[in-house]
């Protein structure tokens, strides 16, 4: 059964382990405490017993060496607080002044919150006491004593266990970071090597469970693969008839035919960025693919394209034409698609910015995750980061003030 908290709100082991660890602990404490002080009273009790009887003992010995009979007197072996006394009187004679009534059997007794012991020797009566209270506070002072000196220990403890919970959690912490700052695409096995004997079944479920997810993509990109390429000639066909079709109502389908094109060619440049396109690192001239790009988007554009080459007549960049040619083609469609106003492509030595006012916030990079309204696949930014990957191309995507601004930064130049 699982317990309450997991069902609802965050919890945590090494917290709830700790405080365990800690009341059991303190439970034990108390329980040691207890039959410490116990022990403790009884000892302290017999120790003060042992000095009534020496205390006996000696004025017994004191009155032996003394000529002349007792003169009875009433001593308070602490003056001023009476809490600690000793009388002597002769056996028989009046009695002087007591906190207790009179006692007549020798031995300890206990009247009236006294201990008195009672000892008679040579026709004299010999009474020390001491008050129940003192001998009580004697006890709490030196339990008290005993508590100080544990109370270091009990912040060792405290330290030891947050230490040891520290590096005990050390490997499922750095097992949590290293699941957190993985990518989302990245399906390579967990390390399991240097993970302690209870993380192994986890790292091993995970690592089935990345096999499987890595299965399913596998599949995915064949199925994708191939259907984009089966599509790819019936379709160049149907419209090649239609194209040459005078039948207004047939050419009416050729748009249609045209967007399901750019569909097929969207999947087909999926599947080879997945296959590894664009690693190939020959000069590319990025200058004259550019100006390509946008002539050929020029005649369908539904907003003015500009290109700010930067007074830069050419640009080698170590990058695979084709694949650097699939990019810019993919940002600039999403641009045009997606934005509500001209779009300026500035190019500057290492760097390269497309830019225009657009409408909503965040891009969306997931494979086949789009904004609402657009006709497209949501897999040109899918297609992008794949392809800038395999070539060393960082990209950053920015949306402020109603701008959208996508920024290549490009690999170094090569040589011709």
């Known amino acids: 059964m699982r317990p309450a908290r997991a069902r609802g709100g965050d919890w945590s082991i090494r917290r709830r382990l700790s405080r365990r660890v800690l009341l059991l602990v303190m439970a034990s404490w108390a329980v040691t405490i207890g039959l410490a002080t116990l022990f403790l009273d009884h000892e302290i009790n017999e120790m003060l017993d042992e000095e009534l009887q020496s205390l006996a003992e000696t004025t017994v010995l004191y009155l032996d060496a003394t000529p002349g009979p007792a003169i009875s007197r009433a001593v308070g072996i602490d003056p001023g607080n ?35 012991l ?6 004299t009566v010999i009474e020390a006491a001491h008050k129940d209270s003192w001998r009580r506070e004697e006890m709490f002072e030196a339990a008290s004593a005993f508590l100080i000196l544990i109370l270091p220990m009990g912040a060792l403890l405290i330290w030891g266990l947050g230490v040891s919970f ?30 302690p ?33 089966e599509l790819r000639t019936p379709v160049a066909a149907i419209r090649a008839q239609l194209d040459l079709s005078r039948d207004e109502a047939a050419r009416a389908a050729l748009p249609l035919l045209d967007s399901l094109t750019r569909r097929v060619e969207r999947l087909l440049q999926l599947s080879r960025s997945e296959a590894g396109l664009g690693l190939g690192r020959e000069a590319s001239d990025l200058v004259q693919i550019i100006r390509l790009l946008v ?81 497209g ?17 960082t990209v950053t995507k920015a949306h402020r003030d109603g701008i959208a601004s996508v920024t ?5 130049r090569a040589d011709h």
Do not use: C
């Open 82 to 116: 009476g809490e600690r006394v000793l009388r002597i009187l002769p056996q028989g004679a009046p009695e002087p002044d007591a906190p207790w009534p009179g006692l007549t059997a020798d031995g300890f007794h206990h009247v009236a919150g006294w201990r008195i």
């Open 118 to 123: 009672r000892r008679t020797a040579e026709g």
């Open 166 to 195: 520290r590096r005990g959690f050390a490997p499922l912490d750095a097992l949590s970071d290293s699941l957190r700052q993985r990518d989302p695409q990245d399906l390579t096995p967990l390390e399991r090597s240097g993970l």
């Open 197 to 229: 004997r209870e993380l192994q079944p986890l790292a091993q479920g995970l690592n089935g469970y990345i096999t499987g997810i890595g299965n399913l993509r596998r599949a995915e990109r064949h199925f994708i693969a191939n259907a984009s390429h």
């Open 295 to 375: 002539q050929e988007a020029g005649f369908r554009a539904p907003h003015p394209i500009r290109f700010d080459d930067g007074d830069i007549e050419q640009m080698n960049v170590a990058a695979d034409p084709d694949a650097l040619a699939i990019v810019l083609r993919n940002l600039l469609e999403n641009a045009l698609e997606h934005g509500s106003g001209p779009v300026l492509i500035r190019l500057r030595p290492g760097q390269l910015v497309i830019r225009n006012p657009a409408e909503g916030g965040a891009f969306h990079d997931l494979p086949f995750t789009k904004r609402t309204g657009s006709a």
């Open 377 to 393: 696949m949501g897999l040109g930014l899918t297609i992008v980061d794949q392809l800038t990957t395999a070539m060393g191309i």
């Open 408 to 412: 290549l930064g490009l690999p170094p």
